[in-house]
């Protein structure tokens, strides 16, 4: 069983920034792709970014490309997803999740998933 966490939502304006954590519990994270996924109110959960197990590849929504980084650090079982030019369209629950896939952007395609953390970001 992996248990992910998130941390660092919060509230910020319009072009800021903000840094996602993900935090996993297992030793064998290197063996998993990571995605980031985010669900808006009165929305579906939809597909972020993704990285595969060594960081060298990653897939981005169209939606946030260009002004999100994901990244990974194997050595301390933590992925992050690095928010720039934030927009108020940005607000949601930003969840994470592992899977064993690589490029997959379907819920399904992760069976592990964090509890999710807020960013809000105002006008």
């Known amino acids: 069983q992996v248990q992910l966490v998130e941390s660092g939502g919060g509230l910020v304006q319009a072009g800021g920034s903000l840094r996602l954590s993900c935090a996993a519990s297992?030793?064998?994270?290197?063996?998993?792709?990571m995605a980031w996924f985010r669900q808006a109110p009165g929305k579906e959960r939809e597909f972020v970014s993704s990285?595969?197990?060594?960081?060298?590849?990653?897939d981005y929504a169209d939606s946030v490309k260009g002004r999100v980084a994901v990244s990974r650090d194997n050595s301390k079982n933590t992925a992050y997803l690095l928010l720039n030019s934030l927009k108020p369209e940005d607000t949601a629950v930003y969840y994470c999740?592992?899977?064993?896939?690589?490029?997959?952007?379907?819920?399904?395609?992760?069976?592990?998933w964090g509890q999710g953390t807020q960013v809000t970001v105002s006008s």
């Open positions: 999740a592992a899977g064993p896939f690589y490029l997959r952007r379907r819920e399904h395609d992760y069976d592990y």
């Open positions: 297992t030793r064998t994270f290197a063996n998993f792709a």
């Open positions: 990285i595969n197990w060594s960081g060298a590849n990653t």
